[in-house]
């Protein structure tokens, strides 16, 4: 009985580092690109509450959404926000590996104003 409780608090938070390590990544990933210039604006992913209609079987509790903001210093459009969710939906195994890590929401925000976008990441993980 112990031994599954102990195996299951660590399995918590062992997803909780790579939960960690993947921003962590994405967000070095992204600072590199934008000094580049391979990249016009800078990208900073961070955890969100997420959507809770957007559950599925490997949801966090708690914070199931990953968030993007766009750090453009200004508006952006509905059609640029799609834009940027679209590019990270396309890549199927960041949002198998999203997916996995129990997000189950992704989120695209600008640094200007309230409006975002959202998507079910169950919806596009492209299996066949």
């Given at each position: 009985m112990f031994s599954n409780i102990w195996y299951t608090i660590k399995q918590w938070f062992s997803d909780r580092k790579d939960r960690q390590n993947l921003l962590r990544d994405f967000n070095s990933t992204a600072r590199?690109?934008?000094?580049?210039?391979?990249v016009p604006t800078l990208l900073e992913a961070k955890v969100s509450r997420g959507n809770s209609a957007y559950k599925h079987q490997f949801s966090d509790w708690f914070s199931s959404g990953f968030?993007?903001?766009?750090?453009?210093g200004k508006?952006?459009?509905k059609d640029e926000m799609v834009f940027v969710g679209s590019v990270i939906l396309s890549d199927a195994t960041l949002t198998r590996k999203l997916v996995v890590l129990g997000f189950d929401t992704l989120e695209v925000h600008c640094d200007v104003g309230n409006i975002g976008c959202s998507w079910a990441l169950k919806d596009f993980l492209m299996i066949e």
């Open positions: 590199m690109a934008f000094i580049s210039g391979k968030r993007i903001k766009v750090l453009s508006q952006l459009s």
